[in-house]
């Protein structure tokens, strides 16, 4: 008995060892080789349907999925990111010219800006009483912000072999896992401690969580971003992409959402006299970009992942908090997971109480 209890404690203790060590090795590529996991489950089903069509060779099929990626998916990112990057800058030089004066001046004949300047003299006024220079502080402000965005720009740039690496591997992460996923999965549910059916509504819970965040989060933040942006470019409004774009970022964030971008916006347009573009902006932004949020957004989530709204909205602020942007879905998608566990533990040692 003693020896058995020495053998099985040795097997756990040299297991964690090399799972310790497989983990350290791996470590580099968390990141990708999750991304790689995330796009396999959006685009499985595709995979299975150009599996059939060419006869089952797995493969060829995988390998055409990957070709397809890349070709519509790489090549117009690269494209579409190259051209952000110098909208952003002359967008930083703009700010710069207007806050060291030059452009200042066009703005003081408008009688909103009048309104507002009659506001902010009011302030520093009061604010000057403790030393407080408010329109210095606003220029630092400014001049901070704009640096930090052509550092980024900058540091995008010099990182764009990084980029690529980490990309190169998700792609070649992603041919194995379709390729191989099915049998990579069996090889996984073997491992887990529960009949078949608890570890089929496992990894059809977190199958449909992944689809439910992208869907409801990254699908309906672009549609969000689009709409706004063709907005911007109707009316007239400077840098309109780049607006559109950085309207689809904010739409990821649960609190604000795309009106951290769209009502700045429309107040732009009021600031220059464009009063009926103003409105016009204001009422679409609230009345169809955000309705989209609202409608999408929860027929998305809502109805897969079957999470509080107080959940959802803690798990994608924590998860963008410790992974980054991988934690746009990684937070609902644990949550979720935790969820459908609680559930089993529930369904398993409840009844177990009661007989």
Not at 323 to 344: E, M
Request: proline content about 3%.
């Amino acid at each position: 008995m003693n020896q058995n209890w020495l053998v099985t404690a040795f097997f756990f203790a040299l297991l964690l060892v090399i799972l310790y060590f497989a983990f350290l090795i791996l470590s580099p590529f968390l990141k990708a080789i999750i991304w790689a996991g995330i796009l396999g489950i959006v685009v499985y089903p595709a995979y299975a349907w150009l599996l059939r069509l060419i006869g089952g060779r797995a493969t060829l099929a995988a390998l055409i999925v990957i070709t397809l990626i890349t070709l519509l998916v790489v090549f117009p990112a690269l494209r579409i990111a190259g051209f952000l990057a110098e909208e952003a800058v002359e967008l930083v030089k703009t700010v710069r010219s207007v806050m060291n004066g030059r452009g200042f001046d066009l703005w003081k004949e408008t009688p909103w800006v009048q309104q507002l300047l009659g506001l902010w003299n009011l302030i520093s006024f009061e604010l000057a009483s403790f030393r407080i220079d408010l329109r210095e502080a606003l220029v630092q402000g400014v001049q901070l912000s704009s640096g930090f965005l052509v550092s980024q720009v900058k540091g995008a740039a010099q990182n764009v072999f990084l980029f690529a690496v980490n990309f190169i591997v998700v792609l070649f992460t992603l041919f194995f896992f379709l390729r191989d996923g099915k049998d990579f999965c069996y090889r996984i549910r073997r491992l887990l401690p529960m009949d078949q059916d608890h570890q089929e509504r496992l990894f059809q819970n977190i199958v449909g969580s992944v689809y439910g965040v992208v869907h409801g989060c990254l699908v309906v933040a672009m549609l969000q971003g689009l709409l706004a942006g063709l907005a911007y470019w109707v009316l007239g409004v400077p840098f309109a992409i780049l607006w559109g774009v950085a309207t689809a970022f904010t739409a990821l964030l649960p609190v604000g959402g795309s009106t951290l971008i769209s009502i700045p916006v429309s107040i732009y347009l009021f600031v220059q006299g464009s009063t009926l573009k103003g409105i016009i902006l204001l009422a679409w932004s609230l009345g169809v970009v955000g309705t989209v949020d609202n409608l999408l957004k929860p027929l998305f989530i809502g109805s897969r992942l079957r999470l509080p709204v107080l959940v959802l909205f803690f798990g994608i602020l924590g998860g963008m908090a410790l992974f980054g942007a991988l934690g746009l879905i990684l937070g609902p998608v644990l949550f979720a997971l935790l969820a459908a566990l609680l559930d089993l533990y529930m369904e398993e040692y409840g009844r177990a109480k009661e007989g």
